[in-house]
């Protein structure tokens, strides 16, 4: 019999909780198909019990009789391997790493419940000549069942409780003859009656305590004032000219994500050039040659001064890759160079005067 079902999940991005809640959904499949016709046998799903600060998600939660069996479901679409320590990893891109093991998770859970059917055996519970009855000899087993289309490494150690999501009913079946067999007159485990059981599952399902769904407020980006966005104008990608993008902030300033190209576009701190517009270009004269007393010169027709990077409205040396007039003038093997400090490349300044 189904008792309970997961809780609705909130919407969310996570993709790891949304593989976690469908390896639940499979291994809860299995059960519905199952046990939902076995009146004597009742599954909880996603069941989370809280005691003061502490709680216990258990995620699957099968009782009868003679005792009871927690599934940990998780979510392995690879392969797994375990040591002989006990320590799980899983193969991801092709690299072993390390995750909490499960068992310890269902043990850790076993142990809440233990203290739960402990300290409600009062109202669940009858007594026998008198003298109340308890939980101290009622079995509870924990299997572990990953998913279906996850696998265990041939090499690796294969605990009893480890199985496939596909394969945790035969071993809950199997739990449950061997629980049953193990209660009784010549048995070391005690049982509880139908009714008691009944009361049982009644009571942890309304003690469930479901997750507060986590909401996180959504702070809307800042606004440029009106006059400054209209003056500023449309960001263009330097690449590819769309203005399709977001503005963004980098180590080294602002810049332009396009969403055409997937290219940067650095942008301009204020009073700088804006950005994706070509760097000016200035008349730049040369001062005229100075004539000495005794001979002189031929007159040479003066020629204007191209610079490898173009030079900006107030004299400096601009980046031939993104225009920045941001860096620092270094000395190399070669000759000067512009160390640019948006982009990080370097504007050689060696021969500055085109055509000389």
């Known amino acids: 019999m189904i008792v309970k079902d997961a809780d609705e999940m909130a919407t969310t991005a996570d993709t790891r909780a949304l593989a976690g809640r469908r390896a639940e959904d499979s291994v809860a499949f299995y059960l519905r198909r199952a046990f939902q016709d076995k009146a004597a ?62 068992i310890k998770q269902a043990e850790m859970q076993g142990e809440f419940l233990h203290d739960w059917l402990r300290r409600n055996r009062t109202e669940i519970l009858g007594k026998i000549i008198g003298m109340q009855k308890g939980f ?54 005690v049982s509880i009656s139908a009714a008691e059981t009944k009361i049982l599952a009644e009571r942890l399902h309304a003690d469930h305590r479901p997750r507060k769904p986590v909401t996180q407020a959504v702070v809307p980006p800042p606004q440029p004032r009106a006059a400054e966005a209209e003056a500023a104008g449309p960001t263009i990608c ?80 601009l980046c031939r890759y993104c225009g920045s007039p941001r860096g620092e003038t270094l000395k190399g093997r070669y000759g000067p160079y512009l160390k640019c400090g948006d982009c990080g490349k370097n504007t050689g300044l060696k021969g500055a005067e085109a055509g000389a």
């Open 238 to 317: 330097r690449h590819c000219g769309s203005s399709e993008g977001n503005s963004r902030k980098g180590r080294y300033g602002p810049y332009f994500a396009c969403s055409a190209c997937g290219k940067n576009t650095t942008l301009a701190a204020k009073g700088d050039r804006p950005a994706g517009a070509a760097p000016p270009v200035p008349e730049v004269t040369v001062p005229p040659a100075k004539v000495s007393a005794q001979a002189a010169p031929p007159i040479v027709e003066s020629t204007p001064i191209a610079f490898v990077a173009g030079p900006s409205t107030d004299g400096a040396i």
């Open 41 to 102: 046998i009742y599954v909880l799903n996603d069941l989370r019990l809280v005691r003061d600060d502490d709680a216990a998600q258990i995620d699957h939660l099968i009782i009868h009789d003679s005792g009871a069996i927690i599934v940990e479901s998780k979510s392995v679409t690879s392969k797994v391997q375990i040591n002989e320590r006990g320590e799980w990893e899983r193969l991801w891109d092709n690299h072993w790493r390390g995750m909490p093991s499960p």
């Open 136 to 189: 101290g000899a009622w079995q509870l087993d924990t299997l572990v069942a990953i998913s279906a289309d996850g696998s265990f490494s041939r090499t690796s150690v294969r605990p009893p409780e480890a199985h496939k999501a596909d394969q945790i009913v035969d071993q809950i079946r199997a739990l449950i003859e061997r629980q049953r067999k193990q209660t009784g007159l010549i048995g070391k485990f």
